[in-house]
Nanobody, 113 residues
Framework: VQLVESGGGLVQPGGSLRLSCAAS????????MSWHRQAPGKERELVAR????????NYADSVKGRFSISRDNANNTVYLQMNSLKPEDTAVYFC???????WGQGTQVTVSS
């Protein structure tokens, strides 16, 4: 099983990033997929989740209206589009297969001028 995140980096406040998580080794379409984040000195928190089938979504209040989660079951990939980024969005972002032990290694997102 592998979950490999990409797309993180340094961005100015107000900017955008798109994170990707490529999955392999399990039946991706059978799992809801989540993005979580962990800032220094803070607990890991749920950012967004997308269910399958159906594609319904849930978001943390702090990112509603700014972030959008999507998935491509044909290519075993989940995405997180992040717009209007704020310094408080700075964290390591992880993807996770819901109700499993499958986690990615994380990708750093830094929002700073």
């Amino acid at each position: 099983v592998q979950l490999v995140e990409s797309g993180g980096g340094l961005v100015q406040p107000g900017g955008s990033l798109r994170l990707s998580c490529a999955a392999s080794g399990f039946t991706f379409s059978s799992y809801a997929m989540s993005w979580h984040r962990q800032a220094p000195g803070k607990e890991r928190e749920l950012v967004a989740r997308i269910w399958s089938p159906g594609g319904s979504t849930n978001y943390a209040d702090s990112v509603k209206g700014r972030f959008s989660i999507s998935r491509d079951n044909a290519n075993n990939t989940v995405y997180l589009q992040m717009n209007s980024l704020k310094p408080e969005d700075t964290a390591v972002y992880f993807c996770h297969a819901f109700r499993s032990a499958y986690w990615g290694q994380g990708t750093q997102v830094t929002v700073s001028s």
